[in-house]
């Protein structure tokens, strides 16, 4: 058996995480307290911060340097973090964060579950910041969910945003074995000395190489302002047009594959959910179906980027859709009608915790 909060420290592992920076914070620390002493069994290591800013950027520098890097924190402290976030987005440093939401606003409920930070996670950045938000859907989603975050991040080199909650993170499920197969994913794309090295090249999909720093002839500028391809900073319109529109196809065409949602079961009736509510919903499907009416379950893993077409094409033939998720002011609610063209009937149960 093992806990949601376990579940991401083993998917942080097997993504190849060997080093986290880290402040507590409830219900996270104990994700902390896990990882710690097996990063360094497997040569990595773990540094308690003295506070969510430092620990944010001890991960971009880390993952500056070529190791592969993970913080994890509550709502508190990701508020915190969204502009150390931004600065690994612009300087394209992958970064991943575990998010373990509880109740809020400000200390809130920390002991309790709550959905309610996916506003933050998916909008909080400033600027267009293009990065990723994945939810995890249950106690054996968590190792998946990790690692493919941190598998994603390294490949399109960007911030990723994992998205559990105190319910899933602190109680316990048996699960079998994990077996899951990932899409092709490519390794972060390093560089060779080169004269002409060009860090940020405005490459057809958007992924540019990344040196380590040391690399013979390979020097460049890593930082928050607008550059040029050279990584020298330019505030010229077309070098900011250029370097966002790159950053942006990154997410745009790359291909995800199966693991944008959990799909199970069929009907003219769907209810669509994400992060720890699935559970709830399947059970509750399971009784539907065993009452006689038919259901469809879609639990969205992938918040962003967006999946329009792949939305559009699992609710073929359902005509009402249930929308269940757990904060008062309806934010996953609120994000589906902001990217997605729903032309079934919708209903809202959206319910706080605890």
């Known amino acids: 058996d093992l806990s949601g909060n376990e579940g991401c420290g083993v998917g942080a592992l097997r993504g190849g995480i060997r080093f986290a920076a880290a402040y507590p914070i409830t219900p996270a620390s104990d994700l902390l307290e896990w990882l710690a002493p097996r990063l360094e069994q497997l040569g ?25 890097a993970l913080t994890a924190t509550s709502g508190p402290g990701l508020a915190l973090m969204l502009e150390g976030l931004g600065l690994a987005v612009a300087a394209e440093i992958p970064a991943v964060v575990v998010d373990v939401m509880r109740g809020g606003p400000s200390t809130g409920v920390p002991t309790k579950s709550e959905q309610a930070d996916l506003n933050m996670a998916v909008y909080g950045l400033h600027g267009d910041a293009p990065h990723l938000v994945l939810g995890a859907l249950d106690h054996a989603d968590c190792i998946l ?23 899933l993170a602190q109680s316990r499920a048996l699960i079998p074995e994990p077996r899951y197969s990932l899409p092709e994913i490519p390794a972060r794309s390093t560089a060779e000395s080169a004269a002409d090295y060009l860090r940020y090249a405005d490459t057809p999909d958007g992924v ?25 900073p330019s505030t010229a319109a077309a070098d900011h047009q250029l370097q966002l529109e790159k950053r942006a196809r990154k997410l745009r065409e790359f291909d995800f594959g199966e693991h944008w949602a959990d799909i199970r079961g069929d009907g003219a009736t769907a ?11 399947r059970e509750a499907a399971d009784r539907l179906r065993d009452a006689g009416t038919k259901v469809k379950v879609i639990a969205l893993r992938l918040l962003l980027p967006v999946s329009p077409d792949r939305l559009a094409e699992a609710l073929l033939g359902v005509d009402r859709v249930l929308i269940v998720e757990q904060s008062h002011g ?22 706080p915790g605890p």
């Open 145 to 167: 969910t990790t690692e493919w975050s941190v598998r994603l991040a390294e490949a399109l080199q960007t911030a990723a945003v994992v998205l559990t909650d105190q319910y």
């Open 44 to 68: 990595g290591s773990l540094l308690q911060a003295e506070d969510e800013l430092a620990s944010i950027n001890m991960v971009v520098g880390a993952s500056f340097g070529g190791v592969p």
């Open 208 to 232: 540019s190489p990344m040196a380590i720093p040391g690399t013979a002839e390979c020097t460049f500028v890593a930082e928050g302002l607008e550059h040029r391809e050279n990584g020298r």
């Open 271 to 281: 209810i669509l959910t994400w992060g720890s509510t699935t559970v709830a919903v």
């Open 330 to 351: 309806r934010q996953f609610w609120h994000y589906l009608r902001s990217y997605y063209d729903i032309d079934a009937e919708m209903h809202s149960l959206a319910r």
